[in-house]
């Protein structure tokens, strides 16, 4: 029971900051169903354990619990995925930036007024 309670607020709290991201422009409206639908999912299971039960059971698995596990094994595997591919995309872009740069700027050794004098 305290288990509930405490999920429920730590759910509670984590859409109430999907919501202010949302209405901050911090997260897209696609971000927002799919993190906002994630937390009341689980706040439904939550709340109501037999619902994983029942769907631990339309998918012939064992346990509601495990149904949870499995489920958010893959959820994680999947955003680390995408996650990946972000970063890989960035690393790309900051590539390119610093190419285009460097190209466009003659390379100098010293900036401009800050040349040795000869001795």
Known sequence: MI???ILSFFLLFALSRVILQVRNAKISIGAFLFW?????????GVLDPRLTSYAAQVL??????DVVIYI?????FYLIFRLSISLEET??????LVRK???EQPLTKYPPGKRKANK
Do not use: N
Not at 36 to 44: D, P, W
Not at 60 to 65: A, K, L, V, Y
Not at 72 to 76: E, G, N, P, V
């Open 101 to 103: 740069i460097a190209l």
């Open 3 to 5: 288990i509930q309670i």
């Open 36 to 44: 906002a639908s994630l937390f009341i999912f689980a706040l439904s």
């Open 60 to 65: 012939g698995i064992g346990r509601g619990s």
């Open 91 to 96: 690393r790309r872009e900051i590539t390119e």
């Open 72 to 76: 958010s094994i893959a959820l994680i």
